[in-house]
């Protein structure tokens, strides 16, 4: 029998677990100062790196939090000044909170707030943009992310001041980038997926006016890393390398038009789209009369097809041009091969894009211009 004075005591126990938990809080403590520390360090590693590639960033007040599970770092007044483009654009937002957790620090996620207002050298205002969400996830370092994701909703482009004149709208877009898991050092290619829900360009008027869903997703082969750079100078890059982009599936759909594609498509010397896909197309009328008629059309490649389609307008002149356009659209649609495409009568046709001259098999669409 142990002697009562030689018994452990009661409160013993209880003090023991309250001790315990008092070390590992302070444990705890000091692992996320130094987490926080670090992180500081590498942001400013981060920010010297980016000012020597014409990227320079600056907070108007920058803050940090987060204990005891979170790292976040706020920035308010958060401007970015892009020397690499002439005239050099300084972009600035309200502010940014980035967050990462203590026990993943390699993944960030950011949120925007707006307006984000991007200004030339000078003080000229040229862009605004506003929405009612903006988030940004990394994954990786800042430098050499491995993976990319940008969510926004109700992002809305005006040229001026807000509220001045719309130059584009989405109600939802998402863009994610990721290395693909087939990549490797000396052919490095990354998977691309974009989604829009609503996209307009009401500046540009016509067809680019009404509201565009899409879903893409893609392969881009030929960029030797994903560290962040001004886009000419990538584009410069794919070019050089020979690179292309693997469209393995679009979807596209404007009213009743709905249009899916696949293809590769590149850069030629002068930086214009080279390459082709395969397009098929369910209201092909709509599409035609959207992208303006064939009346309009003025192509070598379309002069056989020009007498029988002027003899029908002479025919038919009652029609007015849409009644035309749907006529001339059923015609040109026997070039192309006959499908069904969600349930709805459908062509399938070849788009080429030859140094920047854009055809819907023998259509001309015009001329899009130089990338870079």
Known sequence: MIHPELAPSRSRWVVMPFIAVVVLAALWTAFWFYASATAQATLTKWREQESRLGRTYTCGLQTTGGYPFRLEVRCQDATVEMRAFEPALLAAAKSLLVVAQVYDPTLLIGEVTGPLTVTEAGGRESLVATWQLAQISVRGRPNAPE?????????RIDRGREGGMRLAAVNHLELHARADAG?????????????????????????????????????LRGLKNFAPRPLPTMLRELQAAGGRLDITSARLQQGETIVQANGAVGLSANGRLDGALTVTIAGFDKFMASIGGLQKVQSPAATPNRPALSAFD????????????????????LLGERTLLDGKAAVTMQLRLADGAAYLGPIPLGQIPPLY
């Open 147 to 155: 993976r990319v994701s940008i969510a926004a909703d109700n992002l």
């Open 183 to 219: 990549s490797t050092s000396d052919k490095p290619a990354g998977d691309l997926v974009l989604r829009l829900s609503g996209a307009t360009a009401p500046a540009a008027g016509g067809i680019a006016a009404q509201p565009l869903d899409a879903d893409v997703t893609a392969v």
């Open 314 to 333: 002479r025919l038919a002149p009652a029609l007015g041009g849409s009644g035309r356009d749907q006529i001339a659209a059923g015609l040109l649609g």
